[in-house]
C-alpha cells in the first residue's frame, strides 16, 4: 500500500482509519473521499475529494487523478437503517461495492472493504461461530454483506483484483459516532453514562454480541492488508473480534468508572430481532493463523480509555460551545 483512496473516509472507521494511514503512509498518500465535506481532521488533513460511491466515472477520475494502488471502501448502510430502507440500502450497499470493485479493477489497485458479523443468521451456529458456516442473514444488511463477501472473492478469481475483508463485530470508538447500526448501544452507553449517569438500551440483558476497540480494528485492518497474499487461505472475510458481551455487562464495567452509573431498558424490537439474529461470539481463528490476528484491548481495558478519552473529548466541545 503506497496510496490509498477511500470512501466514506468521514464515518465512524473512515475517520480514524484516514488520520492513522496519514501518520504510516505519509498524508498526501491517503485520497479521504465521502459524499460531503465536514470540518473534521480527516477532511482537513490532507487530499479530500467528493466522491458519490453510486457514481462509477467520478470515482475512476478520483483513482487516476491520485494514482492510487490501494482502495478501501467503507461507504454503507448499517443494519438498522438497512432495515428501514431496504431498497436503498441494496442500491447504496451493492451499487456502491460494485463500483469501487470495477475501480479497483481499472486501476489495478489492491481492495479492502468491511463485512459483518450481520452476514450470519438464524441458522448460523451460534458460539464460537467457524469461519466457514452456515450464512443466511434474515436482514437486508446482511444479504448485502454475504453477497459483498461472494463478489469480492469473484473479482479476486476472475479479474485478480487482491480483495480482502474482515467480518467485523460491533466497533466502539469516541471520534465519530456510528449511524444506524443494532450495536451502537455499546458506544451511545458512553457517551449518556459520561454526560448524565444513565442509559436507556434499546437491546435488551442477556443479549450478547461481539464487539472491538476501533484502535484493534484499525491495526486488524493494515495488517491483513499487508498480509502476504501467499499466506491467506480465506480473503473475504475473517472473522475478527476481541470480546463479546451483554449489556448488562458493560454497565457493570462502566459502574466502576462512574459511580451511581444506572441502566434501564426500552428494546427496540426491530434492533432487538436484528441482534437476536447475529452469533452471540465468532471465532478468529483462522485470522490468527493466517495472517497473526491479535487485540489489545478487553471490555475493562477498552472501557477505562473509553471513559478517559470521550470525557476529554466532550469537556473540549462544551469549551468549545460557551
Ligand atoms: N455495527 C454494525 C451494525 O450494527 C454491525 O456490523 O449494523
Do not use: C
Not at 95 to 116: C, D, H, W, Y
Not at 134 to 148: D, F, Q
Not at 158 to 170: A, E, I, N, S, Y
Not at 265 to 275: E, F, G, L, N, T
Amino acid at each position: 500500500m503506497k496510496r490509498i483512496l477511500i470512501t466514506g473516509a468521514l464515518g465512524q472507521i473512515g475517520s480514524e482509519l484516514t488520520m492513522k494511514l496519514r501518520e504510516t503512509y505519509g498524508t498526501d498518500n491517503v485520497i479521504a473521499t465521502d459524499i460531503k465535506k465536514n470540518d473534521s481532521e480527516a477532511a482537513q488533513s490532507g487530499p479530500f475529494e467528493i466522491v458519490d460511491v453510486t457514481d462509477l466515472k467520478n470515482m475512476v477520475e478520483v483513482a487516476k487523478k491520485y494514482k492510487v494502488d490501494t482502495v478501501m471502501h467503507l461507504a454503507a448502510l448499517l443494519s438498522a437503517t438497512a432495515e428501514a430502507k431496504p431498497v436503498f440500502a441494496w442500491n447504496l450497499n451493492m451499487g456502491g461495492l460494485m463500483n469501487a470493485l470495477e475501480t479497483a479493477r481499472e486501476v489495478k489497485a489492491k481492495f479492502f472493504t468491511p463485512s459483518s458479523i450481520g452476514a450470519f443468521g438464524p441458522t448460523t451456529p451460534k458460539d464460537s461461530t467457524p469461519q466457514d458456516t452456515i450464512m443466511r442473514p434474515t436482514t437486508m444488511y446482511g444479504v448485502n454483506k454475504v453477497a459483498g463477501e461472494l463478489l469480492s472473492d469473484y473479482y479476486f478469481h476472475k479479474f485478480g483484483v487482491d480483495t480482502r475483508g474482515l467480518r467485523f463485530p460491533g466497533l466502539i470508538s469516541y471520534v465519530a459516532l456510528p449511524g444506524g447500526g443494532t450495536t451502537d448501544y455499546a458506544v451511545e452507553i458512553y457517551y449518556e453514562a459520561i454526560l448524565n449517569r444513565k442509559y436507556e438500551s434499546y437491546i435488551d440483558k442477556g443479549t450478547y454480541m461481539d464487539m472491538m476497540y476501533m484502535p484493534d480494528a484499525l491495526n486488524a485492518i493494515i495488517d491483513l492488508m499487508e498480509a502476504d497474499p501467499a499466506k491467506l487461505v480465506h480473503r473475504n472475510a475473517f472473522n475478527v473480534t476481541a470480546m463479546s458481551f451483554a449489556p448488562e455487562q458493560i454497565a457493570a464495567e462502566i459502574a466502576k468508572h462512574i459511580p451511581g452509573f444506572k441502566m434501564t431498558y426500552k428494546v427496540d424490537p426491530v434492533r432487538q430481532s436484528i441482534a437476536n439474529s447475529w452469533p452471540n461470539s465468532i471465532d478468529a481463528a483462522a485470522a490468527r493463523e493466517e495472517w497473526g490476528f491479535k487485540y489489545e484491548y478487553d471490555l475493562a481495558k477498552m472501557t477505562q480509555d473509553m471513559i478517559e478519552k470521550l470525557t476529554y473529548k466532550l469537556k473540549m466541545n462544551k469549551a468549545r460551545a460557551n
